[in-house]
């Protein structure tokens, strides 16, 4: 009886984050920079006709961008949420294991050393992410337990942004700047040909990354237990880390780097809906994708006609925040 | 009768008339880089601009219009949120993903040359005004600009060894090959002792001593953000260079030292006579 209850509040708290979700999806499509009036576009769903340009800016503008945002949102809350539980450590995200430091290097290989554009900046992006963080696992298996990858991460990190910086010696003043945008990450890329491949793409790996739910809650035991209850722990660390890269390493690739999603909405779940992976990993997928469609609606709206980098906003909204949660949390 | 051919003719010139002004009312334009706004400034088509970029600094009324962000970062909707009808964008101006947006919404949006070279702004000049209409103003305005320019320039070169500095953050650059600051330069005539670095580059003491620049140009924020000219020339880096000893230290308003615009001329001839006064002052200088 207990347990259903139990069962109850969460499917609740995991309804309410839809919800939310929802919500948040239908504001950010009706509203910025462009004016459109709601009825228009409630209108224009239901067969009627809108301004041609208005049309446009919803269609080819807007919605791809917000769908690149649910995507990017849920693939950075779910692999934030697999980091921690593998490392059992609360401080851990995919940049850890090198990934975004290889992201870095590599759009700042493809910004400085050739003519840029988002097909090479996203693709060498992409290239960066996965050769590092194979990189950092290739070295991380000579040890039995997590330390082994954890310095392999740290050291592949050390020389991802020294070699940054090499480059970086050498770029000019429009290359800085690019740089500079890069890193505070934007979903102003979004088109509907990433779309395309990027969505089946994350639902795949992320599909596959919550089927290890019951593993991961064996893992907060310890790595002994891990290993009673029937799991093989070098296989399952070997996969898991596979999984994220391949998860997250695309939407890098196209939106540049979004901090603090990763790291703070699986706490925040966590600290709602408690430890058990089963309601943690869907929901820090939704909990992800809200944060990052709610991040690009201020980006938009905040001062138009200009936009600030969604990464800026992701961090000065969140980071207060966390800190206000977690000493109401201590005050509990 | 009478009474209806009258309305319809009426009716008909009043509508006609009407298109024609609205035509000229209608044109929303947006300049995009600060090499661009200026000339439409200086062609008078600021009338039509309903939107600049964060780089279009001069003339001081652009910066009250309403600003798209940094022109290689356009956010496509914020572009389109002010309904342009035309934009006109520097060469420079991206990323191509927005070029394209903008282009998808039937915004006509063309680009201009923006390098920095006198051929680069004569091109833009005449680009920009073909596309306003005002082809008719331009031969004028370039045709000032050059004897401007060749007036500043004189008839001799001084041929001296130069470096741009800045002070940004802390830590003092020089400008090297390839900025704005390197071809400005060379058009004044002087030799810029860092061409052959890429662009802005942190400097040292030991290497500008041994580059001994004759000249050093300073922009005017970078000599406020060091506490005065005093500190400039006490500065560890320039302190022991030609150019402090005999005083060659010409201070550029920033915004002349940044843009390869229709000032130009007025740039040149601010460092030429910055050199022309120290040289009167030079056999004194060398007396003490």
């Known amino acids: 009886m207990l347990r259903l209850t139990n069962l109850n509040s969460r499917h609740r708290g995991l309804l309410l984050i839809a919800t939310g979700l929802c919500l948040a999806t239908l504001m950010a499509i009706t509203q910025g920079a462009y004016p459109i009036i709601l009825m228009d576009l409630i209108g224009w769903l239901l067969g009627g006709s809108m301004d041609q340009v208005a049309e446009n800016v919803v269609l080819n503008i807007r919605l791809p961008r917000v769908l690149l945002g649910l995507l990017t949102g849920a693939a950075l809350g779910l692999s934030g949420a697999v980091m921690q539980a593998l490392f059992r450590n609360p401080l851990a995200e995919p940049g850890l294991v090198g990934l975004s430091a290889g992201a870095s290097l590599g759009a700042v290989i493809a910004i400085v050393l050739t003519s840029g554009g988002l097909l090479l900046v996203g693709g060498f992006a992409f290239i960066g992410a996965l050769g590092a963080t194979f990189l950092a696992y290739t070295l991380g298996q000579r040890s039995s337990n997590n330390a082994g990858l954890l310095l392999a991460g740290i050291a592949i990190n050390t020389i991802g942004f020294s070699a940054m910086g090499l480059l970086i010696v050498q770029a000019n003043d429009a290359e800085l700047r690019d740089l500079t945008f890069w890193n505070m990450g934007s979903l102003a890329g979004a088109n509907w040909s990433i779309l395309a491949w990027l969505a089946p793409w994350i639902t795949v790996t992320s599909c596959l990354l919550m089927r290890h739910w019951r593993a991961l809650n064996a893992l907060l035991l310890g790595d002994h237990e891990t290993f009673h209850l029937g799991f093989d722990l070098p296989q399952l660390r070997g996969r898991l880390i596979t999984l994220i890269a391949l998860t997250v390493a695309p939407t890098v690739a196209v939106t540049g780097g979004i901090g603090f999603v990763g790291l703070v909405i699986p706490h925040l779940v966590r600290l709602w809906l408690g430890a058990d992976h089963r309601w943690v990993l869907p929901a820090s997928c939704l909990g992800g994708a809200l944060a990052l469609t709610l991040a690009d609606w201020v980006a938009r709206v905040a001062m138009p006609p200009m936009e600030l980098p969604i990464g800026l906003v992701t961090s000065l909204i969140g980071g207060p925040f966390f800190v206000w949660l977690l000493m109401r949390d201590k005050q509990a | 009768m009478f009474g209806f051919w009258h309305k319809f003719l009426v009716g008909t010139v009043t509508m006609v008339a009407g298109l024609g002004v609205a035509q000229a009312d209608t044109l929303r334009l947006i300049s995009l880089g600060g090499n661009v706004t200026e000339i439409i400034y200086a062609l008078g088509g600021d009338q039509w601009l309903v939107g600049t970029d964060q780089s279009s600094l001069y003339p001081l009324a652009a910066q009250d219009l309403p600003n798209v962000g940094y022109y290689r970062r356009l956010p496509a909707e914020g572009v389109a949120s002010l309904r342009p009808t035309l934009v006109i964008a520097s060469e420079n101006a991206g990323p191509p993903r927005s070029i394209e947006q903008l282009r998808a919404l039937g915004i006509t949006l063309i680009t201009v040359s923006d390098q920095p070279t006198v051929a680069s702004l004569h091109r833009r000049v005449n680009e920009i005004a073909r596309a306003i209409g005002r082809s008719s103003e331009a031969p004028a305005i370039l045709e000032k600009f050059d004897q401007s320019l060749a007036q500043a320039r004189g008839h001799f070169s001084p041929n001296m060894r130069a470096m741009t500095v800045v002070m940004r953050s802390g830590q003092m650059l020089g400008a090297g090959g390839g900025s704005t600051a390197d071809a400005i330069l060379k058009l004044a005539g002087l030799t810029n002792v860092l061409s052959s670095q890429a662009g802005y580059q942190p400097l040292s003491a030991e290497v500008v001593s041994a580059l001994a620049p004759d000249v050093i140009v ?71």
């Open chain 2, 218 to 288: 300073i922009t005017s924020s970078s000599v406020e953000s060091m506490g005065g000219i005093q500190n400039v020339k006490a500065s560890a880096i320039l302190k022991h260079t030609p150019a402090v000893a005999n005083d060659r230290l010409i201070v550029l308003d920033d915004l002349l030292a940044q843009g390869f615009s229709l000032r130009l001329p007025e740039t040149i001839s601010q460092i030429r006579q910055g050199i022309d006064s120290t040289h009167l002052k030079s056999p004194h200088a060398q007396t003490h």
